[in-house]
């Protein structure tokens, strides 16, 4: 009896969680935000602006669209996964992916963004390359390319375990008859 409580309660616990999910929903209207001010920001001195600014600017912008759509899916596949299921109606829209990312997969895709939002960062980087010390970009690269490791090594060891998982059921799987 005291177990089945503990379990219960262990539980109902993931609603904690919830608030989290809430929260982040509330950076992604301080990203909205920056977004919108950088726009705001780059037509008023588009016409002063020399090239290589407005290339940085862009890549800005493309930098806050892809936080923002990591943070999205993380509220979303995180909730689904570790709170509750969405009730969403049937004539509503419905992302492709709400329900179909597993928190492995989920893993994956936050290091395949971190790792495009790093190279935003180094291109930035580079095109600012006479104003930055050799050794401040190097250690960018490096840092970039810790990242890039980091993500195709979580990436073959979830193909590891995967192919592993589907051999297990492979082998106890009874014959058709």
Known sequence: MIERMIEKSLFASRWILAPVYLGLSLVLVALGLKFFQEIFHLFLH???MRETALILTVLTLVDLVLVASLVVMVMFSGYENFVSKMDIDADSEKLGWLGKLDPSTLKLKVAISIVAIS???LLKAFMNAEKIAN???????????TFVVSAVLMSVMDKISLSAHRDHSLMTAKPMP
């Open 119 to 121: 190279s935003i960062h």
């Open 46 to 48: 588009l016409w002063t």
């Open 135 to 145: 050794d401040k970009l190097l250690w960018y690269v490096i840092i970039h390319l």
